[in-house]
């Protein structure tokens, strides 16, 4: 079947949107998509740094649409396996090398369709996928958040990290946040963080450990030079949570402040179906609504890329198939 959409052919190509073949096979079912969102990792692997790239595909790992008269979206987390601690050696995330959601259909097996939250738009709907469930694992599985609690989130313009903050606010949580923008950070603090600090002020840790007086979970993307002093501004017993590699190699941890502080760092990758539908619940629960960046339709799916690589965004960027 010919369908349209978003096809990056090789590494280093522009994504182009085409005609592209898909063809189900007998376990799958096709879902109309309404709409889907960009992650970081679409650009990881049009750059090239992605593990075991197998191109040409349709990217994008986030969808909302219609299936048997349904209003749906779909799970990335692709054959997790049967532990809840880990995925298994099998594990991939839908949008490559399993054709991705910037289409007008999917092929894809029943077992990734949930219902879509009934208060969220198609557009909200599929902003949430891939970002929310890193967000839940690494907030509730792993970072073990509690109400009252203390929390930092780190690079608070990402994707992930927007929903972080959406749950822990939510989860009645003390939030702080990092970023590179104080405009984003203000917008944290109208969205229920208590405040925040510029990440390339040198002063930040030090002004952060005075406003918080210290941290019980960090969620962080970023690693890098930088995320030694996390450990340092983290309260006794703290779980820093780390699920991105955005500025490298973590160098500098003082295995001191480790042991003696009693800290965990634990990394977070995606989440299982369990968590995807309590995380749905959730969201149900406090009727959430993700926060939209920017809107473009699906024919400017390159564009939207373009954007994404700009950072100027705060929350999701959102294609529009209708
Ligand atoms: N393990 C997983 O399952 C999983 C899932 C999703 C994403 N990830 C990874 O997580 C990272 C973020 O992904 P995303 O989709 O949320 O990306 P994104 O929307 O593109 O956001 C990246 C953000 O990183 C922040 N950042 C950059 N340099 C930083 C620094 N030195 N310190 C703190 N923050 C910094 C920036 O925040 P400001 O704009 O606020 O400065 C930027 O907005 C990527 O490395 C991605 O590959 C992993």
């Known amino acids: 079947m010919e369908i349209k959409g978003g096809l990056l052919k090789a590494i280093k190509e522009k994504v182009e949107y085409t005609s592209v073949e898909i063809t189900p096979d007998d376990s799958e079912v096709l879902v109309d998509l309404k709409a889907s969102s960009l992650n970081r990792r679409d650009l990881w692997i049009q750059e090239g740094k992605y593990a075991k790239i197998r191109l040409p595909c349709i990217v994008g790992s986030d969808g909302s649409g219609i299936y048997d008269g349904r209003e749906v ?119 229920g963080a208590v405040g925040g600090e510029n990440y390339r002020n040198p002063e930040s840790y030090t002004n952060l450990t005075k406003a918080a007086s210290g941290f019980d979970v960090i969620i962080d993307s970023a690693g890098g030079g930088d995320f030694h002093k996390l450990l340092k501004i983290a309260n006794p017993g703290a779980r820093i949570v780390q699920y991105g590699g955005t500025q490298g190699a973590m ?43 920017k809107v473009f339709p699906l024919s400017e799916v390159n564009q939207a890329f373009d954007y994404m690589k700009s950072g100027s965004h705060f929350g999701k960027i959102v294609l529009d198939h209708s």
């Open 73 to 191: 979206i779909l799970l990335p987390s692709m054959k997790w396996g049967s532990s809840a601690s880990h995925q298994s050696t099998d594990f991939e995330v839908l949008g490559m090398p399993h054709h991705g959601c910037c289409a007008e259909k999917i092929a894809i097996r029943p077992e990734y369709i949930f219902d879509k939250p009934s208060h969220l738009t198609h557009l909200e709907a599929a902003s949430l996928p891939l970002s929310g469930l890193t967000a839940w694992r690494a907030l509730m599985t792993q970072g073990q958040a509690k109400p009252d609690q203390k929390i930092l989130i780190t690079g608070i313009g990402g994707g992930v990290a927007g929903f972080v903050l959406l749950f822990a606010v939510a989860h009645g949580m003390e939030v702080y946040v990092t970023s590179s923008s104080d405009n984003k950070i203000a917008r944290s603090v109208a969205l």
């Open 251 to 293: 160098d500098g941890i003082s295995p001191q402040i480790l042991f003696w502080k009693q800290l965990t760092i634990k990394g977070s990758t995606m989440g299982t179906r369990e968590e995807f539908a309590n995380m749905l619940e959730f969201i149900n629960l406090h009727r959430l609504r993700p926060c939209i960046d």
